[in-house]
């Protein structure tokens, strides 16, 4: 039986023109090669599978052929070539950081590097994984990297940069590998896939590439074990079942379903996919993914964003045409909010199932939120005017389009008495000046503005301090404090000390915005003062005889006090 060799090493690059998808690094190496511009150590970061060992392997055979070309790429004949090809070469020296991580392994190292080459000009140290080194052996390693001999080139890789100490990271070329496009994976594993004459549904390379995540060795493992399960023809339907990726058929179907506000049809359809094994947190990742790529190709300077096949970008933007740029938008948002809030919910199910069900609705004119019944209040009395019940008129959509009767006016001179009006239900509305909506700032517009009386104002401030009345200072300050009227409708609320001043500027808006809902007179002004005598004869008593002073000129008894017990307050 022939011995089979895995795609990951059999299609592996040999040269830097086959590399696929870091064109950045290859150009750079290349051209550092070709200018004779070598530094002693580079640094290869990024993720697994995307081509650092094979880049180093690369770098290592080209500054030792014999016959370079003038692009900068090994001859691939010459016998240094040869020898690297068939992995006899003894220019390159592999270490593996991960089980070779002591001071011991380094030092070994480093006594190998004061040794020529015995074929070729340079000796290259391959360290992969070399943030797996201990503290001690980066710092035996660290002279011998800085100031190597000149035949000695180090090239250090990793996934995670982020922990190689600053002293070799300030001694290397950094390099940093991007993730490969999922065209470019699907292009490699196309070549491939012909090579081997293996049959195949160019959107099953394209689910394949996207499972890799960027990595192109995990791409080709996963084409050597489709290719087994599928007899030589990869298709659509099998590479989707067997790598358990939840079909885009499904998202496709769902969003039509939300735009035909289907309810039924969607949870029938999300059931389905629960049956079938798939996780609901995976699930909702991939609608929210599903939609984006669909507002994505509402445009067609975004469409080149779109990671999938020709065939599924048509269809993207077929159902990009009958989705609004606000729907999408508030879909993904609940989609959104739904995966932060998947982990700590109790029923992880229903939490799914509620954002399908505000997807479905989404579309929907029917505004759930408002009430059939609204009610003004009228005069001093508790009577009531209902707004008529909506009219309900149905048209060739599946759902109903609700109209709504308009409000009746009333008169203002029928409002200019408010005693009914609840000030703690204003205070407690949720829709305060600072959180209202434009069209209920356009009524506070709409106020009269009538003529106030000082009356009226304490009334409205005695109102607010009842509503306030669980803080107990705020209650006693504004039932004690002098109110004044000025002519030009400011409200001075007089206060007897700084700290009561502090206090009421931070609660200056919203007492402000209660007393002109209150009066429905939008052209108050609230201010605070402080009383004058106060101001004039704050002065504090720091010292004990400046207490002592202060305090018997309010009671003389305590001068006889000292006097009789012939009290020292000087200490």
């Given at each position: 039986m022939e011995n089979f060799i895995v795609s990951a090493r059999k299609y592996r690059p040999q040269l830097f023109n086959t590399v696929v998808g870091q064109g950045h690094i290859t150009n750079t190496l290349k051209n550092a090669i070709i200018q004779k511009q070598l530094a002693q150590a580079y640094l290869f970061c990024g993720p697994r599978g995307v081509g650092k060992t094979t880049c180093a392997r690369i770098f290592a055979k080209t500054i030792n052929c014999f016959n370079v070309s003038s692009n900068g790429e090994a001859c691939d004949k010459c016998e240094s070539c040869l020898s690297f090809n068939s992995g006899a070469s003894l220019n390159v020296y592999e270490l593996d950081a991960a089980s070779n991580n002591s001071v011991e392994d380094i030092r070994n190292l480093v006594d190998q590097v004061r040794f020529a080459p015995q074929l070729g000009e340079y000796k290259v140290y391959i360290i992969d994984e070399v943030h797996m080194l201990s503290a001690a052996a980066f710092n035996a390693f660290l002279k011998t990297l800085e100031e190597p001999p000149k035949h000695a080139k180090f090239i250090l890789a990793t996934t995670e940069k982020h922990k190689i100490i600053p002293t070799i990271l300030s001694r290397c070329q950094v390099f940093n590998f991007n993730r490969i496009k999922v065209e470019d994976?699907?292009?490699?594993?196309?070549?491939?896939?012909?090579?081997?004459?293996?049959?195949?549904?160019?959107?099953?390379?394209?689910?394949?590439?996207?499972?890799?995540?960027?990595?192109?060795?995990?791409?080709?493992?996963?084409?050597?074990?489709?290719?087994?399960?599928?007899?030589?023809?990869?298709?659509?339907?099998?590479?989707?079942?067997?790598?358990?990726?939840?079909?885009?058929?499904?998202?496709?179907?769902?969003?039509?379903?939300?735009?035909?506000?289907?309810?039924?049809?969607?949870?029938?359809?999300?059931?389905?996919?629960?049956?079938?094994?798939?996780?609901?947190?995976?699930?909702?990742?991939?609608?929210?993914?599903?939609?984006?790529?669909?507002?994505?190709?509402?445009?067609?300077?975004?469409?080149?964003?779109?990671?999938?096949?020709?065939?599924?970008?048509?269809?993207?933007?077929?159902?990009?045409?009958?989705?609004?740029?606000?729907?999408?938008?508030?879909?993904?948002?609940?989609?959104?909010?739904?995966?932060?809030?998947?982990?700590?919910?109790?029923?992880?199910?229903?939490?799914?199932?509620?954002?399908?069900?505000?997807?479905?609705?989404?579309?929907?004119?029917?505004?759930?939120?408002?009430?059939?019944?609204?009610?003004?209040?009228?005069?001093?009395?508790?009577?009531?005017?209902?707004?008529?019940?909506?009219?309900?008129?149905?048209?060739?959509?599946?759902?109903?389009?609700?109209?709504?009767?308009?409000?009746?006016?009333?008169?203002?001179?029928?409002?200019?008495?408010?005693?009914?009006?609840?000030?703690?239900?204003?205070?407690?509305?949720?829709?305060?000046?600072?959180?209202?909506?434009?069209?209920?700032?356009?009524?506070?517009?709409?106020?009269?503005?009538?003529?106030l009386t000082l009356e009226m104002i304490k009334e409205a401030v005695l109102r607010y301090a009842k509503a306030k009345e669980q803080n107990k200072s705020i209650y006693v300050s504004l039932t004690e404090a002098p109110v004044v009227l000025t002519p030009s409708n400011e409200i001075v609320i007089t206060l007897l000390n700084h700290s009561q001043l502090e206090k009421f500027q931070e609660l200056k808006q919203d007492m402000l915005d209660v007393l002109r809902k209150d009066l429905r007179n939008n052209i108050i002004v609230l201010k605070f003062s402080i009383k004058e005598d106060d101001i004039s004869t704050s002065v504090k008593a720091f010292t004990p005889k400046e207490k002592f002073k202060v305090m018997s000129e309010k009671n003389s008894a305590l001068l006889d006090l000292k006097k009789r017990f012939d009290l020292d307050i000087e200490y």
């Open positions: 994976i699907s292009n490699h594993l196309a070549f491939m896939a012909e090579s081997e004459h293996v049959k195949f549904e160019q959107e099953a390379l394209h689910i394949i590439a996207q499972k890799a995540d960027g990595g192109l060795r995990d791409a080709c493992s996963m084409f050597d074990q489709m290719v087994a399960f599928t007899e030589n023809n990869l298709t659509y339907k099998q590479v989707v079942e067997n790598l358990h990726v939840l079909d885009y058929d499904y998202y496709f179907k769902l969003t039509d379903a939300f735009l035909g506000s289907r309810l039924p049809e969607i949870m029938v359809v999300f059931d389905d996919i629960l049956k079938k094994g798939f996780d609901s947190h995976n699930f909702i990742i991939g609608l929210g993914e599903h939609l984006r790529n669909i507002l994505v190709s509402k445009d067609v300077q975004t469409l080149g964003l779109l990671e999938v096949s020709d065939a599924l970008k048509q269809k993207y933007a077929i159902q990009a045409a009958n989705c609004t740029v606000q729907f999408l938008l508030k879909s993904l948002s609940i989609i959104s909010k739904t995966d932060v809030n998947y982990k700590s919910a109790k029923n992880q199910r229903l939490l799914v199932e509620m954002a399908l069900m505000q997807l479905c609705y989404l579309n929907s004119p029917l505004e759930t939120e408002k009430k059939n019944d609204e009610s003004v209040v009228v005069n001093n009395e508790t009577s009531v005017i209902k707004q008529n019940n909506p009219v309900i008129t149905n048209f060739n959509n599946d759902a109903p389009v609700i109209k709504t009767a308009s409000k009746p006016v009333i008169p203002f001179n029928q409002l200019k008495n408010t005693a009914s009006f609840s000030l703690k239900d204003a205070l407690t509305d949720k829709t305060l000046p600072h959180e209202s909506s434009a069209p209920e700032r356009s009524n506070e517009v709409a106020y009269v503005n009538e003529e």
